[in-house]
């Protein structure tokens, strides 16, 4: 991993998308997903990651994260920019999934369009 010192996360100063990543957090919590994690860092660019799996750990396929129908989504300052600023528009994609997940494309909007957008998805990969 590259570890830039000066990024805006280092010490004491919090990720630029934590607000971001509260409001992802608190969305998605409520959904009955097997394992779900949501993070967020300012490494690299600011980046708030959601990853999980529709079922529980202990059914996956040899306790390997991508045997299940799993999902990584990252929210991104939209249009490259490599830090996010309260206000400005995110963008959400997929990363990588897993087998039988339905399609999303790339979606650029508010954080709360965009959060919903992914909530919605999850709920569609549940019930699929």
């Known amino acids: 991993m ?3 010192i000066d990024r805006p996360d280092v010490g004491t100063t919090p990720p630029k998308m934590g607000e971001v990543w509260e409001q ?3 969305a998605l919590d409520s959904l ?5 994690r949501v993070t967020t860092n300012d490494n690299i660019m600011s ?5 999980g799996t529709v ?3 202990s059914d996956w396929q ?3 994260f991508h045997n299940a129908h799993y999902f990584i989504i990252h929210l991104q300052p939209a249009k490259g920019a490599r830090y996010y600023t309260p206000g400005e528009k995110i963008t959400g994609q997929i990363v990588s999934t897993g087998p039988n997940m339905p399609k999303w ?3 650029t909007a508010t954080p709360e369009k965009v959060i919903a957008k992914v909530k919605a998805w999850l709920e569609s990969a549940i019930e699929g």
């Open 2 to 4: 590259v570890q830039d």
């Open 24 to 26: 992802a957090k608190a």
């Open 32 to 36: 009955p997903l097997g394992w779900l």
């Open 47 to 51: 980046t708030v990651e959601i990853r």
């Open 55 to 57: 079922e529980p750990k």
């Open 62 to 64: 040899n306790g390997i």
């Open 105 to 107: 494309r790339k979606y």
